[in-house]
């Protein structure tokens, strides 16, 4: 599969802790996206960065929170001092600007805080 | 603010049946709208846009500026169509972010 890959897929954690996601974008896509996704939900934007540039974040994205793509490549996403209201399912997408910028979402990293 | 709002949290249609899926959006700008599908144990995939005019799968889409809607419509609803569906808007003039409803989750019973 050479889809958006995410990594772990499943993580549970003590109320505290630090965690970090790592996300593979496809292949050459410029964009790279963060999206959170709770139950009865649908997903909410976190931030997205075009190469190694983040070029929004969403108030979501509290000062626990945060993103990184230092090559343009892959990028981590971490969490610092998880609370209970992090429990939710992190996806990551990717895009390529000049076709169609069609965005591709990965499986997500399901996070539980305990 | 941009919201979308999608009234049905689950719908329920036999196959062969119409099927429309409504979506509503709250956007003074000048919005981009999308249809997103996640079937069981698979990720999340566009659909189809509302620029692009396409009927994907049987489903189309109108954009109805005047109702402020962008309702997903399929005249004969085949069984592998159960599935979750979000609709999500994208301001064309700047945001890349992509609002997204609650979603509504479609079965077609057999």
């Known amino acids: 599969d050479t889809g958006v890959s995410q990594d772990p897929r499943h993580k549970i954690t003590k109320r505290g802790q630090n965690v970090t996601f790592r996300c593979d974008p496809i292949?050459?896509?410029?964009?790279l996206y963060w999206y959170r996704q709770t139950l009865g939900q649908g997903p909410e934007f976190l931030t997205y960065?075009?190469?190694?540039?983040?070029?929004?974040k969403s108030r979501l994205l509290s000062d626990r929170f945060s993103a990184e793509r230092p090559k343009g490549s892959f990028s981590t996403l971490e969490i610092q001092r998880t609370e209970q209201g992090d429990s939710a399912m992190y996806l990551c997408?990717?895009?390529?600007?000049?076709?169609?910028?069609?965005?591709?979402f990965g499986e997500g990293s399901w996070l539980t805080v305990v | 603010a941009q919201r979308v709002t999608q009234p049905e949290k689950l719908l329920s249609v036999f196959k062969g049946a119409p099927v429309e899926l409504k979506c509503n959006y709250s956007?003074?700008?000048?919005?981009?709208l999308f249809w997103y599908v996640q079937y069981s144990r698979q990720r999340l995939q566009l659909l189809l846009r509302?620029?692009s005019r396409e009927s994907i799968k049987g489903f189309t889409a109108d954009l109805n500026k005047g109702e402020t809607s962008f309702h997903l419509k399929k005249p004969f609803a085949q069984e592998e169509d159960s599935a979750m569906y979000y609709c999500?808007?994208?301001?064309?003039?700047?945001?890349?972010?992509?609002?997204f409803g609650k979603g509504t989750k479609l079965t077609v019973n057999p």
């Open positions: 960065f075009q190469n190694e540039a983040q070029l929004e």
């Open positions: 509302h620029i």
């Open positions: 999500a808007l994208k301001d064309q003039g700047g945001s890349e972010k992509l609002v």
């Open positions: 997408a990717s895009s390529l600007v000049w076709a169609g910028n069609t965005i591709y």
């Open positions: 292949s050459e896509h410029n964009r």
């Open positions: 956007y003074s700008g000048s919005p981009e």
